[in-house]
């Protein structure tokens, strides 16, 4: 998905992780746009690289961690090569993050209301006054029953759900064009989930934010995508509208993540899994990261790496043979 005036534009972004003399690459020359106002969902298996590319568009990647080659443009600057002062006038301003598990990013000690509140201290001139009311309206916008009570609640007296909403009320107080949600509804009920996400979709549409929606849940992808990038042990291995995705996938690993989704059929759930398992970051297979647990992998494909090619409009993938067979 190429865009002429993207908000977010990532182009052949590699990230390593050095540890003393040990290193890897969690991510290989990733590329996407994100257009003003629209939902790009980053899929796939824990550990292929969805949360270090956002960190990465963030600057927050962990110790040793680089950006190795490519640049990352928000609203047509370069963002990549910006000091920890420079980001931290963007970070929780114009772009936003909603962390994975709420319970480890919120303080424990301090109660919500003023964690929110010092967001806004740190990018307006807002009074202390101000500030407050300002939560306590947000709250209230993102389904907070008691706004005014919470506000004085400390993180262990809240529900994860309410949490959760703390964190999505902490990432759009300062009403950011960017916002980047890393599993938002992991370890959520069914009911829940689907408040959050009705949630994120209308504060999405009311206030024009594009989203970046980090996610293994293809079910959350269906909900709330524009767009659908699939990654696989670092690399997007397939690009295209969240119609396509479904109506017509063409990566055997994206066929295979369809196909596991647990389905009822005759009074029997059916699960169909994709065989073998990741490599390691340090074993990473020469040619096709896929080939050692496709179906339909060749000596080609276990010898050269496949490029990731538009094959219809607006859909490409990562493939010498996409659309080969039925879903694994």
Excluded: W
């Amino acid at each position: 998905m190429e865009e002429k005036n993207a908000l977010l534009s990532v182009k052949g972004l590699s990230v390593s992780i050095t540890s003393g003399n040990h290193s890897v690459v969690p991510v290989c020359d990733v590329t996407f746009d994100i257009p003003h106002g629209k939902v790009l969902g980053l899929v796939g298996e824990s550990g292929c690289g969805k949360s270090i590319t956002a960190r990465s568009v963030m600057g927050l990647l962990p110790r040793g961690g680089k950006i190795t080659s490519g640049c990352i443009l928000f609203d047509g600057e370069e963002i990549s090569s910006f000091t920890e002062r420079q980001m931290q006038q963007i970070n929780g301003n114009r772009i936003s993050m909603i962390f994975q598990e709420p319970m480890s990013s919120l303080n424990p000690v301090v109660k919500v209301g003023k964690q929110v509140a010092e967001v806004l201290r740190l990018h307006t001139s807002l009074s202390r006054k101000e500030c407050k009311a300002a939560v306590i309206d947000i709250f209230t916008q993102v389904g907070i029953p008691e706004p005014e009570k919470r506000y004085s609640a400390y993180p262990y007296q809240l529900s994860g759900g309410l949490r959760q909403r703390v964190m999505i009320a902490m990432a759009m107080v300062c009403n950011p064009e960017l916002l980047i949600a890393d599993e938002p509804t992991t370890a959520l009920d069914v009911t829940t989930e689907a408040q959050i996400l009705r949630l994120m979709g209308n504060l999405q549409r009311e206030y024009g934010t594009s989203i970046l929606m980090i996610t293994h849940n293809l079910g959350v992808v269906a909900k709330i995508c524009d767009h659908v990038n699939v990654m696989y042990l670092g690399q997007i291995v397939e690009s295209c509208s969240t119609g396509a995705l479904f109506a017509k996938p063409m990566h055997p690993y994206t066929r295979g993540l369809i196909a596991s989704v647990p389905q009822i059929r005759e009074e029997k759930q059916i699960v169909a899994g994709i065989q073998g398992t990741v490599p390691a970051l340090e074993d990473i297979p020469s040619g096709c990261r896929f080939s050692t647990r496709c179906a339909y992998a060749t000596e080609r494909c276990r010898r050269e790496c496949p490029e990731l090619l538009e094959r219809e409009a607006g859909h490409s993938v990562r493939c010498f043979f996409p659309g080969e067979g039925d879903a694994l």
